[in-house]
């Protein structure tokens, strides 16, 4: 008993998919179309700053070393309640609270490169850094700016001392996320995917669709011998 294997004929399959554009295109489409209905509700702008803060040497070179060392352990205080607190009563907005500030703030260290720590260790110095997020941009200066004074006021209260500094303020901003492009990113997602899917549709089924077309597939790859092959003629062509 002859069994035909699975053979995927290259030319066929980007027959069928010329032949089916319109199928591909459609599911394209309405892929695409559901891309734009899933992206409507894509969110805002938004915008960050930077401010950033450092151990000076004012007094004395060991004040400076502990200022850092005390900066690289005590990084949880640069993001705590009690420093955005005092940060909310310096940006000085009643719309503003120190929850919100905790939670569009963002800390990093210098320290945390190994190139960086090194020169901490050798330099005595290390650069903390405040980027607060918002949907405004000017609130967003305000706030970084607002929460590196905090933070050197609450390590003067630690450390007895005003050897922590505020080294840049927030003189400008940039756009964190873009709701535009992140809209567009999506759309542009479904519909590839809609165009692959479409296309994979169509070849799979040629693939196995076992109809006869050949005779190459009607005697299983000339393992049977041909008895006769009857001919293909035109709808015009008139037999005499």
């Known amino acids: 008993m002859y069994k035909n294997e699975l053979e995927i004929d290259v030319f066929r399959c980007f027959n069928a998919l010329f032949k089916n554009i319109k199928f591909i295109l459609c599911i394209t489409f309405l892929f695409f179309v559901m891309g734009v209905g899933l992206s409507l509700e894509s969110g805002n702008d938004t915008f960050g700053a930077n401010a950033t803060?450092?151990?000076?040497?004012?007094?004395?070179?060991?004040?400076?070393?502990?200022?850092?060392t005390a900066m690289n352990a005590y990084m949880d205080v640069?993001?705590?309640?009690?420093?955005?607190?005092?940060?909310?009563?310096?940006?000085?907005?009643?719309d503003v609270e120190a929850s919100q500030i905790q939670n569009s703030i963002g800390i990093s260290s210098s320290a945390d490169s190994s190139a960086a720590s090194t020169l901490a260790k050798t330099n005595a110095a290390t650069i903390i850094t405040f980027t607060a997020t918002t949907y405004d941009p000017e609130l967003s200066m305000a706030m970084a700016d607002a929460m590196a004074e905090a933070y050197t006021k609450e390590m003067a209260n630690i450390l007895h001392t005003d050897s922590v500094k505020v080294l840049d303020n927030a003189y400008t901003y940039y756009q964190?996320?873009?709701?535009?492009?992140?809209?567009?990113?999506?759309?542009?997602?479904?519909?590839?995917?809609?165009?692959?899917?479409?296309?994979?549709?169509?070849?799979?089924?040629?693939?196995?669709?076992?109809?006869?077309?050949?005779?190459?597939?009607?005697?299983?790859?000339?393992n049977l011998p041909i008895i006769g092959v009857i001919p293909d003629y035109k709808d015009n062509e008139v037999l005499h």
């Open 78 to 94: 640069a993001k705590s309640y009690k420093v955005c607190q005092r940060a909310a009563l310096i940006l000085g907005r009643s």
């Open 176 to 222: 964190a996320y873009s709701a535009n492009r992140a809209a567009w990113k999506k759309r542009i997602k479904f519909f590839i995917a809609g165009f692959v899917l479409a296309c994979a549709g169509v070849v799979l089924y040629e693939i196995l669709d076992r109809k006869v077309r050949t005779v190459r597939e009607a005697t299983i790859r000339n």
């Open 53 to 68: 803060v450092y151990a000076s040497a004012v007094n004395s070179y060991s004040d400076t070393a502990n200022a850092v």
